[in-house]
């Protein structure tokens, strides 16, 4: 089936053309009940196990929308800087397929709840590009297939196909952008951070859980290219499958350079969907229709007209949380942050945690060190999201609280730390079950100091001939002799104190 | 007790409610009386004797605890039209698509009947999804009229008025989308409405077009037709288009009526309809019709509504466009039929297939019209310029209803054809629901009431009376009023099967 494609060296690619995107994202809202009826709305469970006659399209039953995703659409479309439509129906959009119970798909058309609104994108590199919306819209997300058999895994060539239907009827909103034009070599990062900007608004919201990994939120990317100066868009392709945000550069690079060899060539693109493939960065074409689809829309006649009063609309205008980028921008600002200090934050996912962790009594510096640079090792090390590790703000303050008041030496902090993350309770327990407290007392330190001295009488020698910096032989000798347990500095005080120097 | 077949059922309430018959003895009754004629009639596809039974012990339990009765139709027993779920006990549409489906599920107005203690004897026959007008598109054969057993009795709910008619049940349930209540009605001479669009919950309806499909009570009276009436309609929070509003006080307006005086009352006779294609006995009979209502004290008016004309082909365009979406999930994947599932046919393979086996010639015809009328490059000539329609119609139904309080009409233009007669002629047929369709279009309220035989064939007619949406109250006033003038038409039926 793999074909070698030819592609072209991106620098060429942006040299010759002017790529256009258009990127839909689909999110799963976070509702507890699907779009259109009671049924739990919640990732995994046993196949068919989350469904009711409605969701699974039976003769007879119909649709009641959810205003929980209403709510959310709105909200949404507020935060996207989006019009409110004050009157718009539901529609049915008809074709066939086994996983969608009805064999049509209950959506929004040519009235979407929300429209004409704006994101504005913060790049690596701070340069802020504006993303226009088109529309955000209503639907329900269909079943799964699983095909069995058959090489590719799809439906073509399977033995036989089993159906889920746990995710039809989920509610999903759909945004689309205007198409972007102008971003020249920047488009892929553009898209991933469009992408990007998006996941942080909406988990800031709490409308959906946008895991990309889980399908809760998926992004389709529409590319195509023009030749430079020309102002026609090209023939574009729609990737799909793309589940990672880095997924969302590669797809986008990848196919610029695909459609550029091809443009190059003579040859032009055909319209078509194609699915991202993980392993190589490379996209596949999907299956070809010999016919354009007919959706024949038409207004849903189940379901009556939504019309948000514009009082309800100003209402939930109100709940749209900070953006996350105005944030950011406002932390670096109260923080005194430097860009890349801003950005080492950003990356690793820490600013709530630091934050919350400055909330609970901590010093803003104090609580970004040990969130960038420790616990983000330690997530890595195993293996899982910053803001997945086992061990809370508040714990991590107290540590810090610790340090400060010279009961902890770092050393040991992190080895309290290593202990709250494999379950050993929390800080004060660690220390306790581990016994790690600091030996401050002096005269427990002295008796150390006075053996290591005695031990290396001509390092005591130098020392109080004016060699201060040997004193560092005997602090690493009562460190060791303390098991680490001693203030290191207290240490070299009393060693100095000891020898008259 | 075989007398018990031939009371109304606010007779049999009645005596059930006081102990005087029980509602097992009714139930059983109109059991014995399927199980003799419905061999000729086939009004039923399924019979459900153990559930009905059942369902009348647990009234006939509460009654002899002096308890009150569930509802004040409580043991009288129904037949129900087959386009309505009923949990456990098939539910066919009158398709082979679903031979043999048990819905997990009933519909809103099967629960609705349950709990107001009124015994389910069985599922009674239709068009296949309800698209026809003559039962004939029963995949499962057509029922016959019990006036002439070589005619036909209406459609699509020819099954549940032919049941009355029979006197195999005291009331039905039909559901009417361009006339499927109204129209069996006045071929059997019983009363039949179809309730303000929303006013009885479409929840477990099978869907037809759903922005039309309403169901509704039938009764071999008014004031039975009401009693159904209130115990099936009322907001329900699973129809999304349910009106929530208070059901219109029905019964207490069929009692007003029966008292025979419609002064104050303002009736408007539809110019448009009547001239071709109407028969003279059927004409005639709406004239003495009109001047009945005149004697009982109502003024009546002619008015013109004149974009009904336009009421039959808009209805073409929609009632097909909706319905070829609706019934896009009958595909064999999760339920009901499914052919050459024999592993060298594909998934979409086994969808057409089964679609083509599973459904009948008159349905087929109007999946593909609605979904060439939905086609892109076609959707406005047809879809859209329907609805432009649909608007004026409304329109004209709101000028008429600002000069008078319900409008009247034949309610068919002719009177009930043999089986076979107009099956080959799609737009013959059609015509049948010509005076029917602008209340589907608009969302009104109508009822169709005996009005006689025609003097030329001796066959039934009825007189259609409209009221405004929400006021489904001014069909029964004037209903009952004309039906105690009239005095009963189905009891001739009676005469005519003793002459035989
Ligand atoms: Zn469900």
Known sequence: MTTTVELMDYAEVVERYDPVLGLEVHVELSTNTKMFCGCPNSFGGDPNTHVCPVCLGMPGALPVVNGTAVESAIRIGLALNCDIAE????????????????????????????????????????????VDIERAHMEEDTGKSLHVGGATGRIHGAEHSLLDYNRAGVPLIEIVTKPITGMGERAPEVARAYVTALRDLLRAMDVSDVRMDQGSLRCDANVSLMPKGASEFGTRTETKNVNSLRSVERAVRHEMTRHAAILADGGSIKQETRHFQEADGTTAAGRTKETAEDYRYFPEPDLVPIAPTREWVEQLRGTIPEMPWERRKRIQDDWNLTDEELRDLVNTGAIDLVAATVDAGASQADARSWWVQYLNQQATSRDTELADVAITPAQVARVIELVGSGELTNKLARQVVDGVLDGEGDPDQVIEKRGLKVVSDDSALLAAVDEALAAQPDVADKIRGGKVQAAGAIVGAVMKATKGQADAARVRELILERVGA | MSDLTRLTAAELADKIHTGEVSAAETTQAHLDRIAAVDGDVHAFLHVDAEGALEAARTVDAAVAAGERPASPLAGVPLALKDVLTTKGVPTTCGSKTLEGWLPPYD????????????????KTNMDEFAMGSSTENSAYGPTRNPWDLDRIPGGSGGGSSASLAAYEAPLAIGTDTGGSIRQPAAVTATVGVKPTYGGVSRYGLVAFSSSLDQAGPCGRTVLDAALLHEVIAGHDPMDATSVDAPVPAVVDAAREGARGDLSGVTVGVV???????????????????????KELGAEVVEVSCPHFTYALPAYYLIAPSECSSNLARFDAMRYGLRVADDGSHSAEEVM??????????????????GTYALSSGYYDAYYG????????????FAAAFEQVDVLVSPTTPVTPFKLGEKVDDPLAMYLNDICSIPANLAGNAAMSVPSGLSDEDGLPVGLQIMAPALADDRLYRVGAAYEAARGPVLDKLGELEAAK
Not at chain 2, 284 to 290: K, P
């Open chain 1, 87 to 130: 009157w718009c129906r539901f529609a049915r959009k008809n074709y066939f397929y086994p996983d969608m119970p009805k064999n049509f798909q209950t959506s929004q058309y040519d009235e979407p709840i929300a429209f004409d609104g704006h994101i504005d994108v913060v790049l690596d590199d701070g340069e802020v590009v504006r």
């Open chain 2, 107 to 122: 519909a809103t107005v099967t629960r609705r009947l349950r709990e107001a203690g009124v015994p389910i004897l069985g």
């Open chain 2, 271 to 293: 110019r448009e309809f009547s001239g071709e294609g109407y028969q003279g006995g059927v004409l005639r009979s709406f004239e003495t019709a009109v001047a009945q209502l």
């Open chain 2, 352 to 369: 057409s297939l089964t679609r083509e086996e599973g459904f009948g010639a008159e349905v087929k015809r109007r999946v593909m019209l």
């Open chain 2, 385 to 396: 310029s329907a609805q432009k329609v649909r608007t004026l119609i409304t329109r004209d």
